[in-house]
């Protein structure tokens, strides 16, 4: 049973690019549901401003339609504190945090907007009985499993199914005013999902009901030794996003993540492979190697969608397509050579890294965890007004966190700067906008205006980037 005081939160970004840890967010909006998607709140929505050292992307601002000067919005705010009211927002007790492709977009610019401002990335979507769901992950298993009586569109390139959130409302007629605006980006989400919920309930609430990582690994290990349904976009639109895996064990290093074998590959050649080059050199198996060779790697706390191969109908068995003779044969074969298994676990262990080597801290949220000794000064930070930064005596364990601190100041508080930093400050901006950089940016906004020259809203948008262009290198010379 439901908590009477559980809610739903749907949200979105508008960002100036596709990188979480480069990229900035410009846009914010959210609305609460209760567990029937009944609309509970006010549309939350608020914009964040650029800093200093950074150039959005043309393309996503044609996009948006969001100008880069952000500052004309009145409720605009510095990513300190744009952050910090998210972080407000997720923090609340018994919610299910969603989005429309949120798990690798919108979920990745907010841990990272939470990084780069001393907050948690991680704690605000499992701690307070909170947990996070898909709707694009959803849309998927639907057509995985039960794509009766719903209207799917194709993609005009491929005639392949689109699952583009604007494609999919325009074909099953759900409002969907203004696509690329978060505010009805969101509005659009909550009626796909209750459009999907009424269409086949008993899907929705399974999915719903294994959202989490305990529930997930309850799947697996009650369908041990057997083949399981795995619904992901990993294995093409064409195969239904979907596909039979086996079970092999839990990342040694990382574990939040089952390893399994994707039981339509050929167990021989990966065996021929991962041996020849186990034995010859370990340091020279590539992982993308073995992804294509039949790796999975699934992540447990990424809500995946897994399901007993006793869900499939038989109505599904052609158009699925799965050889479930094949597949017993193949497990067999897997359970024989074993020992394979047992070194490809020994290689996880001993080879498989997370750090990313790079002398930009903006990079490696994932390179550490922070400790309790630092999240207590993060803590300290954001229990402080910021014109008193300078005088909290800050020992961080974590070599990230004194530079991420100096990057904070100089984003969002530059006056707080001594002229040391304020030097430091200008040599990094100076590094970013290097020459080559500003003359081909220049170079794409002539030809974007060149391109878009009689559409009069995509002219205002370039015009007003190279406004922003000019007043930005004008600032970092005066600095």
């Known amino acids: 049973m439901l908590s009477k005081k559980f809610k739903f939160i749907f949200y979105d970004y508008e960002t100036s690019g596709i990188n979480p840890s480069l990229d900035k967010p410009l846009q914010f909006s ?71 492709n949120n798990l690798h977009f919108d979920d990745e610019f907010t841990r990272n907007i939470f990084y780069r401002n001393f907050l948690d990335p991680y704690s605000w979507h499992y701690k307070n009985n909170n947990s996070r769901l898909d709707v694009l992950t959803i849309l998927r298993a639907y057509y995985s499993f039960r794509p009766d009586n719903i209207k799917w569109p194709k993609n005009i390139k491929n005639d392949l199914v689109s699952f583009k959130l604007s494609d999919f409302t325009r074909i099953n007629n759900i409002f969907h005013n203004k696509p690329h605006d978060a505010v009805f980006d969101v509005l659009a989400t909550i009626s796909v999902i209750k459009f999907l919920k009424k269409k086949n309930s008993k899907l929705f609430n399974y999915i719903f009901k294994n959202r989490f990582k305990k529930n997930v690994l309850k799947i697996i290990y009650k369908n041990i030794n057997k083949p399981i349904f795995y619904s992901s976009n990993i294995f093409g639109i064409k195969r239904f996003n979907l596909s039979t895996v086996f079970f092999l064990f839990i990342h040694p290093k990382n574990f939040n993540i089952a390893i399994m074998f994707d039981l339509s590959k050929s167990l021989k050649v990966f065996f021929y492979y991962f041996n020849k080059e186990y034995e010859t050199n370990m340091n020279n198996i590539s992982i993308q190697s073995l992804f294509h060779l039949g790796i999975i790697f699934i992540h447990l706390n990424k809500c995946p969608i897994l399901a007993p191969i006793s869900v499939a109908r ?74 008193c930064f300078n005088k909290l005596n800050l020992n961080f364990n974590d070599n990230r966190m004194k530079e991420l601190l100096f990057r904070l100041k100089a984003r969002n508080f530059p006056s707080l700067l001594n002229k040391i930093e304020k030097k430091k400050w200008k040599k990094h901006c100076l590094k970013y906008f290097n020459i080559s950089k500003i003359n081909k940016y220049k170079f794409d906004l002539k030809n974007m205006l060149i391109k878009n020259k009689k559409n009069y809203e995509k002219v205002f948008l370039l015009k007003q980037t190279c406004i922003y262009l000019k007043n930005i290198i004008s600032l970092i010379i005066k600095y």
Do not use: M
């Open 30 to 100: 959210c609305t609460i549901t209760d567990y029937n998607f009944n609309i509970l709140s006010k549309n939350i929505c608020f914009f964040c401003t650029l800093p200093l050292d950074y150039l959005p992307n043309i393309n996503s601002i044609l996009i948006n339609k969001i100008a880069p000067n952000s500052e004309r919005k009145k409720n605009s705010l510095n990513e300190y504190y744009f952050s910090k009211n998210i972080y407000n927002i997720f923090s609340k007790k018994n919610l299910c945090i969603v989005g429309y």
């Open 314 to 387: 038989r109505i599904d068995f052609n158009r699925i397509r799965v050889n479930f003779k094949k597949n017993t044969r193949r497990i067999l074969y897997i359970k024989k050579n074993w020992d394979i298994f047992l070194k490809l676990k020994k290689f996880f262990l001993f080879i498989y890294e997370y750090k990313i080597e790079t002398s930009n801290v903006d990079l490696k949220i994932y390179n550490n965890f922070i400790d309790y000794h630092d999240k207590k000064l993060l803590s300290l930070i954001h229990n402080t007004q910021p014109n």
